[in-house]
């Protein structure tokens, strides 16, 4: 048995090693250095990678606590390692979902052929709070709906992976796949150079390629892009500064922008200028106080007219929300075939929708081994766990069920694969999940290779988020 | 850039000189007190508040005043709203608004050096730590100015940040001479005698250019080389005559980068135009407090004229 190595659980797939302690394919290269350290070397490293993340300001804010108190996500120092082939698959099934969900998107806002084909419940649209209206017959510059994508992968053996959420509104935390490539790289150089990892670093210049080249019709000139937060309060506000310093943007706030002569402009030394793609990290209710929520200081008083009149590229596209729906979501198998006329490549995790009322008995006898998650849920807020929750809990949630069925799917728990991670008595598995991002233009998909790992730093835990305690590794795609 | 990037960068530096300025303050006064009986010490503590502009404030708090009991006011106190510790804050939420327009370097001294204050101010500061804290709060200062001078594009950010140092730090120095010599020399009859020396001392410490004085001025401490040196003198880096000339070239600066000029410009050609020909002589013929006054009324008419300018509000 190699050193400082626990097995854990056999029942889990792990990315690393074997059940008789032989390494994946994946992993043999970086095995091999593991090995050669000396006792005690990864647990200095690991001050010192703290020292770091503090250091460079990677926080996020946790709200309710202390004013928006700073917090660093707990950072694991051991890769998650994907081979070049295990990569290949996946990005084949995630380009064809992602053109599946922007083609969605498009029907949605327009005949909405899928519904009239009877494949998709009109009701699910009715219920959904991220449709919007306003959208209805428009088509955003380059009929490009969701210009940023985050796709959430989860595995259970060598050849299974599965979608476990679509986030198509404004999936977060590609800075931290950025940053942990960046502390990986200046902790253990010679790392790198014996193990031949494809780069993550050059997304935020693939990011501003892709936004340019959907703005609008009207741009004249080098297309001005703008990253649009909420402020220094907002839990993603490093990314969002991150972002805009490394894509040459400017960050704006809704109070910087106006609308003067049909164009959105921003407020500068200069005087107003003109911008023409608008990345936006504010939801939809507080885009534009004139169209949505009135009282949101958050967004751009007329932006929604400038939007419709092809002033403005607005990314991701206001009602995008509507995929993130995890009712859904429980619909993407026939969205993929509808649109693209092919099987899926990435199944879905199976799914009972507890509005059908045979779902609902079969998780209301079941609840004890199932995640139930509110379908406008995100962030692992409003879910239960079945096997981590005692009984009261459980009687909590069949009266939440039977009350509003609507609200709910289901899902089996599922055996998620694991991946070692550093701990004080050597290396321990621990499940992790996956988020590659994705970035679609018209000149097509672009999906950087690897993304951000994320894991569940306790034992036996399931839960990952890092709103509640999860952390997060570096995902290493290898070169062929 | 942006009108509230450039506010903010603006306003981070203003913050950062203040937070230095009140560390050579207490420095100074430290130093006063420590070498000095206890009454006269009192003294030197309340006229370190006064300078500070948190007198009222302290006193509403306590009745007397100790070394511990005033730095741990300035520095750390929750009770006042101008303490060190919320200045730094200030300096770093004002760095994190205008992220993207300062460079990584710059933006790790900032968040270093509140780390490293943050931890030092989470308790109260006693006798054998208030050392170590003064250094650590100018050394963080200098690392920032020092990452500005070899990491910052000497684009728009680059000329507001310095118009905001060179523009509170003058203010500052103004502040300290004032203060001090209407307090303790009401009338040049004082001049000469030794309680007038140390606090005219104390001055130049608060300023560190008590070395700098005295290379120049081969020891002989007076009133008239004092304020010739702190208002005049241009080789200083912390005088008036400097700070202004610094902060006449950053706007210069800015108004080329904009393609015009704004009205901040044309106040400071008017005090231009004022200064040049300036003497000793004739400032103390004024009155060197309405002098000052003149001028910290002036710094306050160019801030608000840049913010006009360069639409940092809106």
């Not at chain 2, 081969?218 to 005559?241: T, Y």
Request: proline share 5%; charged share 25%.
């Amino acid at each position: 048995m190699p050193r400082g190595f626990i097995i854990g659980d056999n029942s889990f797939f792990n990315e690393m090693r074997n059940a008789d302690g032989s390494v994946r394919p994946a992993y043999e290269d970086y095995a091999t250095w593991f090995d050669e350290q000396e006792d005690g070397f990864l647990a200095r490293k690991g001050a010192e990678a703290e020292g770091a993340f503090r250091k460079t300001g990677i926080t996020f804010n946790v709200y309710g606590e202390d004013e928006a108190e700073e917090r660093l996500i707990p950072f694991d120092m051991v890769p998650r390692v994907l081979t070049a082939s295990e990569w290949r698959r996946l990005t084949r099934g995630i380009e064809q979902r992602v053109k599946a969900l922007n083609a969605f998107m498009y029907d949605l806002y327009h005949r909405q052929e899928i519904i009239r084909a009877g494949r998709l419940p009109q009701r699910l649209f009715r219920n959904n709070e991220a449709w919007l209206p306003n959208m209805v017959g428009f088509t955003p510059p380059g009929g490009v709906y969701t210009h940023i994508v985050g796709i959430d992968l989860v595995r259970t053996g060598p050849d299974e992976f599965y979608v476990l959420e679509d986030n198509a509104r404004t999936p977060s935390g590609v800075s931290y796949m950025l940053e942990n490539r960046e502390t990986m790289m200046s902790m253990f150089p010679e790392l790198f150079t014996r193990v031949g990892v494809r780069p993550v670093s050059d997304y935020p210049r693939r990011l501003a390629k892709s936004l340019a080249a959907c703005a609008p019709d009207m741009t004249t000139g080098k297309p001005r892009v703008a990253v649009l937060t909420p402020g220094i309060y907002n839990s993603a506000y490093y990314e969002h500064a991150f972002l805009a310093d490394q894509m040459g943007a400017e960050l704006v706030e809704g109070s910087d922008l106006r609308v003067i002569d049909g164009r959105v402009a921003m407020r500068t030394t200069h005087g107003f200028q003109p911008v023409d793609v608008i990345y936006r990290r504010v939801d939809d209710d507080f885009l534009d106080p004139l169209t949505f929520n009135p009282d949101s200081a958050l967004g751009v008083p007329g932006i929604m007219d400038v939007y419709r009149a092809g002033g403005i590229t607005i990314a991701n596209a206001p009602g995008t929300g509507v995929c993130d729906d995890k009712a859904i979501y429980s619909f993407m198998p026939e969205i993929v075939e509808f649109y693209t006329g092919e099987k899926p490549l990435l199944p879905n995790v199976q799914t009972w929708r507890c509005a059908e009322p045979d779902s609902l008995a079969y998780v209301l006898d079941n609840l004890a081994e199932l995640v139930v998650k509110e379908v406008h849920g995100s962030g692992g807020y409003g879910m239960l766990i079945g096997p981590a929750a005692n009984s009261d809990e459980l009687d909590a949630f069949r009266r939440k069920l039977r009350d509003n069925p609507e609200n709910y799917i289901a899902q089996p728990t599922l055996a998620l694969s694991t991946c070692p991670i550093f701990t004080e008595s050597g290396l321990a598995p621990r499940h992790v999940d996956l988020r590659p991002y994705v970035l679609v233009s018209p000149n097509g998909v672009d999906i950087t290779p690897g993304g951000l790992t994320r894991v569940a730093m306790e034992d036996g835990s399931l839960v990952v988020n890092s709103s509640q305690g999860g952390g997060t590794k570096d995902t290493w795609v290898l070169k062929d | 850039m942006l009108g509230r990037t450039a506010n903010g960068v603006f306003w981070l530096f203003r913050y950062l000189e203040r937070v230095e300025n009140t560390a050579r303050l207490l420095d100074a006064g430290l130093r006063m007190a420590l070498t000095r009986d206890i009454v006269t010490a009192e003294e030197e503590w309340r006229s370190v508040m006064e300078t500070a502009g948190q007198r009222a404030g302290y006193e509403t708090k306590h009745g007397t005043y100790t070394g511990v009991q005033a730095w741990n006011y300035i520095l750390r106190d929750n009770d006042n709203p101008a303490n060190v510790l919320k200045m730094f804050e200030g300096v770093r939420t004002n760095a994190r608004l205008a992220r993207n327009a300062i460079s990584g370097e710059l933006w790790e001294a900032i968040n270093e050096g509140w780390m490293q204050i943050e931890e030092l101010l989470s308790r109260p500061v006693g006798q054998g730590e208030v050392g170590e804290v003064i250094a650590t709060i100018r050394r963080a200062a200098t690392l920032a100015h020092g990452a500005v001078d070899g990491t910052l594009l000497r684009n728009a950010a680059y000329y507001f940040g310095r118009a905001g140092t060179f523009l509170e730090r003058a203010d500052s120095t103004a502040r300290i001479l004032d203060i001090k010599y209407y307090l303790l020399l009401p009338s040049f009859s004082h001049v000469g005698s030794s309680l007038d020396t140390g606090q005219w001392e104390h001055i130049l410490r608060s300023v560190s250019g008590d070395r700098a004085y005295r290379w120049l001025n081969a020891g002989n401490i007076d009133a008239r080389g004092m304020v010739e040196f702190l208002v005049l003198d241009d080789r200083f880096p912390r005088s008036l005559a400097f700070c202004h000339s610094a902060l006449r070239d950053n706007l210069a600066a800015l108004a080329r980068v904009h393609g015009r000029e704004g009205q901040c410009n044309e106040i400071i050609r008017q005090a231009d135009i004022e200064l040049t020909d300036l003497t000793i002589d004739a400032v103390l013929e004024q009155g060197l407090h309405q002098f000052l006054q003149q001028f910290t009324n002036r710094n306050a008419a160019i801030s608000s004229a840049i913010a006009d300018d360069y639409r940092f509000l809106a």
